[in-house]
């Protein structure tokens, strides 16, 4: 691995874990009432497309990120719904 794919990769830890303090906030108080659905929709889309991408330059780090932060923003969006 090249220090660039490491760049990548620490890159990608720290733009996807920015999501995981929001989704354990909205997990425990169980409110949703300032989540904009459509932009984590949105987002959600970028994700996938990015990890699509990501695929074909057969890019890990690209990959890993995008399907973590697809899963991330999933589970958002559960909330959301589930939590109106």
């Known amino acids: 691995m090249n220090s660039i794919e490491i ?32 932009m984590y929709t949105i987002l959600l889309m ?16 690209i990959i890993i990120a995008n399907l973590a932060t697809a899963f991330l923003l999933l589970i958002m969006i559960i909330l959301k719904i589930k939590h109106k």
């Open 7 to 38: 760049l990548g990769l620490v890159a990608a830890t720290f733009t996807t874990g920015a999501f995981v303090p929001q989704v354990y906030k909205t997990w425990k108080e169980k409110s949703t009432k300032d989540i904009s659905l459509t």
């Open 46 to 61: 970028g994700a996938i497309m990015w990890a699509i991408y990501g695929f074909s330059l057969k890019s890990l780090p």
